[in-house]
């Protein structure tokens, strides 16, 4: 008869999963909403469902937590952006159209409520921590890019684009399909399907005018 003790310990383990989690979706909010300096962890706690003391067993104090709440984000981002951008194959049948594919899964992760957050944290926390922007960009921005790059690259040597240098047309596109996006969402306009499509599907069409071999 096997022993009820492993059974327990997941369940543990699975709950101490479960709180954390909880602690920094109420932390991101709360941040999010009232800014570091002003949020307490009782809010943080009230919103999580759990005890106070939970909270620094956890994280230890609510510089720890901020940092892990935008390490949480940031990593499901850049994860997202990384597969989004190694499914662009360069010998597509449709360039157009699949940039466009790709340029939308990029853009669908980068509008998410939780990445504008944390843009937000990001930009309210620009003097206190001024590092965090530079780490945030690091850990997948710099990363995505390059894959970006050497998708390019491939399609210059497949005769598809005309570049001078794939690293700054991989720059070039990343920010023709985001910035007008990125200026709607610091305005806290809500950017439904069809704003995202526009925008993207402009900017690819100004990425080619540019760059595609005619």
């Known amino acids: 008869m096997n022993s009820p ?3 327990r310990a997941q369940r543990q383990v699975r709950g101490r999963i479960d709180k954390r989690n ?19 962890m009782d809010t943080v706690a009230a919103e ?20 892990e709440v935008l390490g949480m984000v940031t990593d499901d981002i850049n994860a997202r952006g990384l597969i989004a951008v190694h499914e662009l194959h360069p010998d597509a049948p449709d360039l157009r159209t699949a940039l466009a594919e790709t340029g939308v899964r990029l853009m ?23 590092e965090l922007l530079t780490e945030a960009q690091a850990s997948g921005l710099d990363r995505m890019l390059d894959l970006l790059a050497a998708r390019f690259a491939a399609m210059e040597r497949a005769g598809r684009l005309a570049l001078s240098s794939p690293e700054v047309a991989a720059r070039h596109f990343f920010a023709l399909v985001s910035n007008e996006l990125m200026i709607l969402s610091s305005q806290g306009a ?22 595609a071999v005619r």
Do not use: M
């Open 108 to 130: 669908e992760c980068l509008a998410c409520r939780q990445a504008v957050a944390v843009r937000q944290l990001l930009a309210a926390e620009s003097v206190r921590f001024p």
């Open 22 to 40: 909880a602690v920094l979706d109420a932390a991101l909010a709360v941040f999010a909403r009232v800014g570091f300096e002003q949020a307490g």
């Open 190 to 211: 809500r950017i439904d399907e069809a704003t995202l499509h526009r925008v993207v599907e402009s900017g690819v069409d100004t990425f080619l005018r540019a760059f």
């Open 48 to 67: 999580a469902g759990v005890a106070k003391p939970t909270i620094y067993n956890h994280f230890g104090d609510k510089e720890t937590l901020l940092r």
């Open 5 to 7: 003790a492993p059974a």
